[in-house]
Protein backbone atom coordinates (compact mmCIF):
# COMPACT_ATOMS: atom_id res chain seq x y z
CA UNK A 1 0.00 0.00 0.00
CA UNK A 2 1.33 3.48 -0.97
CA UNK A 3 2.53 5.30 2.18
CA UNK A 4 1.68 9.12 2.50
CA UNK A 5 3.47 12.06 4.09
CA UNK A 6 1.88 14.95 5.19
CA UNK A 7 2.77 17.96 7.89
CA UNK A 8 2.73 17.36 11.53
CA UNK A 9 0.99 20.27 12.28
CA UNK A 10 -0.20 23.81 11.06
CA UNK A 11 -1.82 26.76 12.49
CA UNK A 12 -4.61 28.69 11.49
CA UNK A 13 -7.07 31.42 12.29
CA UNK A 14 -10.52 31.26 12.19
CA UNK A 15 -11.88 32.88 8.87
CA UNK A 16 -8.89 31.79 6.61
CA UNK A 17 -8.82 29.05 3.96
CA UNK A 18 -6.63 25.87 5.19
CA UNK A 19 -4.88 23.74 2.67
CA UNK A 20 -3.52 20.47 4.01
CA UNK A 21 -1.16 18.85 1.07
CA UNK A 22 -0.44 15.17 1.18
CA UNK A 23 2.44 13.45 -0.46
CA UNK A 24 2.10 9.67 -2.46
CA UNK A 25 4.57 8.86 -4.98
CA UNK A 26 3.66 5.36 -4.77
CA UNK A 27 0.40 5.41 -5.85
CA UNK A 28 -1.08 2.61 -7.27
CA UNK A 29 -3.19 2.68 -10.92
CA UNK A 30 -6.47 1.39 -9.13
CA UNK A 31 -6.01 3.92 -5.37
CA UNK A 32 -8.62 6.07 -4.04
CA UNK A 33 -7.43 9.07 -2.06
CA UNK A 34 -9.35 9.73 1.19
CA UNK A 35 -8.91 12.12 4.08
CA UNK A 36 -10.65 11.56 7.53
CA UNK A 37 -10.75 13.54 10.56
CA UNK A 38 -10.39 12.94 13.83
CA UNK A 39 -11.19 15.19 17.12
CA UNK A 40 -9.92 14.05 20.42
CA UNK A 41 -11.29 10.90 22.14
CA UNK A 42 -13.60 10.07 18.78
CA UNK A 43 -13.20 7.60 15.94
CA UNK A 44 -11.98 9.01 12.89
CA UNK A 45 -13.97 10.78 10.62
CA UNK A 46 -14.67 10.05 6.16
CA UNK A 47 -14.50 13.94 4.94
CA UNK A 48 -13.89 13.41 1.59
CA UNK A 49 -12.34 10.84 -1.11
CA UNK A 50 -11.70 11.50 -4.84
CA UNK A 51 -9.08 9.79 -8.06
CA UNK A 52 -8.46 12.69 -9.87
CA UNK A 53 -8.72 16.59 -10.39
CA UNK A 54 -10.99 17.73 -7.75
CA UNK A 55 -13.73 16.87 -5.68
CA UNK A 56 -16.12 19.21 -3.32
CA UNK A 57 -18.70 18.51 -0.48
CA UNK A 58 -20.19 20.21 1.73
CA UNK A 59 -17.38 20.25 4.42
CA UNK A 60 -13.89 20.14 2.39
CA UNK A 61 -12.41 20.73 -1.41
CA UNK A 62 -9.57 17.49 -2.60
CA UNK A 63 -7.52 18.91 -5.42
CA UNK A 64 -5.69 16.18 -7.31
CA UNK A 65 -3.09 16.91 -9.71
CA UNK A 66 -2.74 14.82 -12.84
CA UNK A 67 0.25 12.66 -11.87
CA UNK A 68 -1.64 12.08 -8.75
CA UNK A 69 1.28 11.73 -6.55
CA UNK A 70 0.27 14.68 -4.32
CA UNK A 71 -3.53 15.86 -2.80
CA UNK A 72 -4.65 18.98 -0.95
CA UNK A 73 -7.43 18.72 0.83
CA UNK A 74 -8.86 22.54 1.50
CA UNK A 75 -10.91 23.76 4.13
CA UNK A 76 -12.98 26.86 3.35
CA UNK A 77 -12.60 29.59 6.53
CA UNK A 78 -12.13 27.11 8.93
CA UNK A 79 -13.59 27.91 12.83
CA UNK A 80 -12.36 26.39 16.13
CA UNK A 81 -14.46 23.73 15.80
CA UNK A 82 -12.04 22.21 12.74
CA UNK A 83 -9.17 21.98 15.28
CA UNK A 84 -8.45 18.27 14.99
CA UNK A 85 -6.18 15.64 13.45
CA UNK A 86 -6.45 15.03 9.53
CA UNK A 87 -5.22 11.93 8.18
CA UNK A 88 -4.51 10.98 4.24
CA UNK A 89 -4.96 7.86 3.16
CA UNK A 90 -4.41 5.78 0.37
CA UNK A 91 -7.12 2.93 -0.15
CA UNK A 92 -6.84 0.69 -2.99
CA UNK A 93 -9.74 -0.06 -5.02
CA UNK A 94 -11.40 -3.37 -6.72
CA UNK A 95 -9.48 -6.79 -6.03
CA UNK A 96 -6.74 -5.03 -4.44
CA UNK A 97 -9.25 -3.49 -1.52
CA UNK A 98 -7.79 -5.76 1.35
CA UNK A 99 -10.11 -3.61 4.22
CA UNK A 100 -7.07 -2.44 5.95
CA UNK A 101 -6.92 1.25 6.14
CA UNK A 102 -3.34 2.44 6.91
CA UNK A 103 -2.89 5.64 8.92
CA UNK A 104 0.11 7.72 9.06
CA UNK A 105 0.08 10.44 12.21
CA UNK A 106 -1.63 12.57 10.62
CA UNK A 107 -1.82 16.66 10.57
CA UNK A 108 -2.92 18.35 13.97
CA UNK A 109 -4.56 21.63 12.85
CA UNK A 110 -4.81 24.45 15.36
CA UNK A 111 -7.36 27.12 14.16
CA UNK A 112 -6.80 30.01 16.74
CA UNK A 113 -9.46 33.01 17.50
CA UNK B 1 -29.75 5.67 12.33
CA UNK B 2 -27.32 4.39 14.77
CA UNK B 3 -23.80 4.39 14.34
CA UNK B 4 -21.27 2.46 15.49
CA UNK B 5 -21.50 1.49 19.70
CA UNK B 6 -18.65 0.37 20.97
CA UNK B 7 -18.40 -0.16 25.09
CA UNK B 8 -17.40 0.50 27.38
CA UNK B 9 -16.00 4.01 26.68
CA UNK B 10 -13.26 3.34 29.59
CA UNK B 11 -11.66 0.45 31.51
CA UNK B 12 -8.82 -0.12 33.67
CA UNK B 13 -6.82 -2.89 34.06
CA UNK B 14 -4.15 -4.44 36.24
CA UNK B 15 -0.92 -5.85 34.14
CA UNK B 16 -1.47 -9.47 33.27
CA UNK B 17 -5.19 -9.24 33.09
CA UNK B 18 -7.59 -10.11 30.15
CA UNK B 19 -10.41 -7.76 28.83
CA UNK B 20 -13.11 -7.85 26.39
CA UNK B 21 -14.25 -4.85 24.62
CA UNK B 22 -17.65 -4.77 22.64
CA UNK B 23 -18.68 -3.44 19.46
CA UNK B 24 -22.04 -2.89 17.98
CA UNK B 25 -22.08 -1.86 13.62
CA UNK B 26 -23.61 0.80 11.97
CA UNK B 27 -27.17 -0.60 10.69
CA UNK B 28 -26.63 -2.14 7.40
CA UNK B 29 -22.66 -3.11 7.92
CA UNK B 30 -21.79 -6.31 7.91
CA UNK B 31 -17.71 -6.12 8.30
CA UNK B 32 -16.09 -5.21 11.71
CA UNK B 33 -12.32 -4.05 11.94
CA UNK B 34 -10.10 -3.47 14.87
CA UNK B 35 -7.84 -0.78 15.22
CA UNK B 36 -5.55 0.14 17.92
CA UNK B 37 -4.48 4.25 18.86
CA UNK B 38 -1.75 5.25 21.02
CA UNK B 39 -1.52 8.51 22.39
CA UNK B 40 -0.31 10.85 19.25
CA UNK B 41 -0.43 8.28 16.82
CA UNK B 42 -2.70 7.14 14.03
CA UNK B 43 -4.69 3.70 14.43
CA UNK B 44 -3.20 0.71 13.49
CA UNK B 45 -5.11 -2.00 12.24
CA UNK B 46 -5.84 -5.10 14.51
CA UNK B 47 -7.97 -7.30 12.11
CA UNK B 48 -11.40 -7.49 10.53
CA UNK B 49 -13.95 -10.09 10.74
CA UNK B 50 -16.66 -10.81 8.50
CA UNK B 51 -19.27 -13.53 8.42
CA UNK B 52 -17.73 -14.61 11.73
CA UNK B 53 -14.63 -15.22 10.17
CA UNK B 54 -11.09 -13.56 10.71
CA UNK B 55 -10.47 -11.89 7.10
CA UNK B 56 -7.23 -9.53 7.87
CA UNK B 57 -5.03 -9.41 10.58
CA UNK B 58 -2.20 -6.99 11.05
CA UNK B 59 0.73 -6.93 12.92
CA UNK B 60 -0.62 -7.65 16.65
CA UNK B 61 0.28 -10.97 18.12
CA UNK B 62 -1.86 -13.89 19.51
CA UNK B 63 -3.14 -12.46 22.33
CA UNK B 64 -5.29 -9.94 20.60
CA UNK B 65 -8.29 -12.02 19.65
CA UNK B 66 -11.76 -11.50 18.34
CA UNK B 67 -14.97 -12.82 17.36
CA UNK B 68 -18.07 -11.56 15.34
CA UNK B 69 -21.58 -12.87 16.20
CA UNK B 70 -24.32 -13.55 13.78
CA UNK B 71 -25.79 -10.16 14.41
CA UNK B 72 -22.39 -8.36 12.96
CA UNK B 73 -21.36 -7.41 16.23
CA UNK B 74 -18.02 -8.05 17.50
CA UNK B 75 -15.33 -8.28 20.51
CA UNK B 76 -12.26 -7.76 21.16
CA UNK B 77 -10.12 -9.91 24.04
CA UNK B 78 -7.03 -8.99 24.72
CA UNK B 79 -4.81 -11.77 26.94
CA UNK B 80 -1.95 -11.15 29.41
CA UNK B 81 -2.35 -7.38 29.44
CA UNK B 82 0.93 -5.07 29.39
CA UNK B 83 1.37 -1.64 29.82
CA UNK B 84 1.67 -0.81 26.43
CA UNK B 85 -1.51 -1.84 25.45
CA UNK B 86 -3.23 1.03 27.12
CA UNK B 87 -5.00 3.11 24.00
CA UNK B 88 -7.83 4.00 22.55
CA UNK B 89 -9.38 1.05 20.81
CA UNK B 90 -11.61 2.01 17.75
CA UNK B 91 -14.12 -0.46 15.85
CA UNK B 92 -14.75 0.68 12.50
CA UNK B 93 -17.96 -1.33 10.17
CA UNK B 94 -18.58 -1.27 6.44
CA UNK B 95 -20.35 -2.63 4.36
CA UNK B 96 -18.28 -5.40 3.16
CA UNK B 97 -14.79 -3.33 2.47
CA UNK B 98 -16.67 0.24 2.20
CA UNK B 99 -18.17 2.92 4.10
CA UNK B 100 -16.25 2.94 7.18
CA UNK B 101 -17.51 4.36 10.05
CA UNK B 102 -15.77 4.16 12.91
CA UNK B 103 -16.65 4.53 16.51
CA UNK B 104 -15.80 6.78 19.56
CA UNK B 105 -13.52 3.95 20.90
CA UNK B 106 -13.11 2.41 24.46
CA UNK B 107 -10.01 4.30 26.51
CA UNK B 108 -7.90 1.17 28.13
CA UNK B 109 -5.38 1.91 30.86
CA UNK B 110 -3.31 -1.14 31.79
CA UNK B 111 -1.60 -0.03 35.33
Known amino acids: LAKTTQPISMDSYEGQEVNITCSHN???????ITWYQQFPSQGPRFIIQ???TKVTNEVASLFIPADRKSSTLSLPRVSLSDTAVYYC??????????????FGQGTTLQVKP | DAGVTQSPTHLIKTRGQQVTLRCSPK?????VSWYQQALGQGPQFIFQ???????QRGNFPDRFSGHQFPNYSSELNVNALLLGDSALYLCASSLRLYGYTFGSGTRLTVV
Open chain 1, 26 to 32: NIATNDY
Open chain 2, 49 to 55: YYEEEER
Open chain 1, 50 to 52: GYK
Open chain 2, 27 to 31: SGHDT
Open chain 1, 89 to 102: LVVPDGSSNTGKLI
